[in-house]
């Protein structure tokens, strides 16, 4: 089997900062592209950045310039790093992640349970 697992959701005053982290473990041979998406309430969900194995980044406009993702290949975990939070960015924050595991070796894509962050007035 192959998890993902996030955490460092939590409350914050708007302007403040928070860090997420998502571990991938299990079965796995590779991880490809690794991506933060969040879903905001009665909103679908959407992209807020992604990396590529190699660390090419990706962001959505609302995340560029405040927020920056990151990712440890050798630990198979990826970050986000997020500052000057607003009201706004209220929402499940969840990983996702292209991994080829060795139960049977297709690239699939997997994602996380979230992560709630909620960024007050």
């Known amino acids: 089997q192959v998890q993902l697992v996030e955490s460092g959701g939590g409350l914050v005053q708007a302007g403040g900062s928070l860090r997420l982290s998502c571990v991938a473990s299990?079965?796995?041979?590779?991880?490809?592209?690794m991506s933060w998406y969040r879903q905001g309430p009665g909103s679908e969900r959407e992209l807020v950045a992604s990396i590529t194995r190699d660390g090419d980044t990706n962001y959505a406009d609302a995340a560029n310039g405040r927020f920056t993702i990151s990712r440890e290949n050798g630990a198979n975990t990826v970050y986000l790093q997020m500052n000057s939070l607003k009201p706004e960015d209220t929402a499940v924050y969840y990983c996702s992640a292209q991994i080829v595991s060795h139960l049977d070796w297709y690239n699939k894509l997997y994602w996380g349970k979230g992560t709630l962050v909620t960024v007050s007035s």
């Open positions: 299990g079965s796995i041979f590779n991880i490809d592209d």
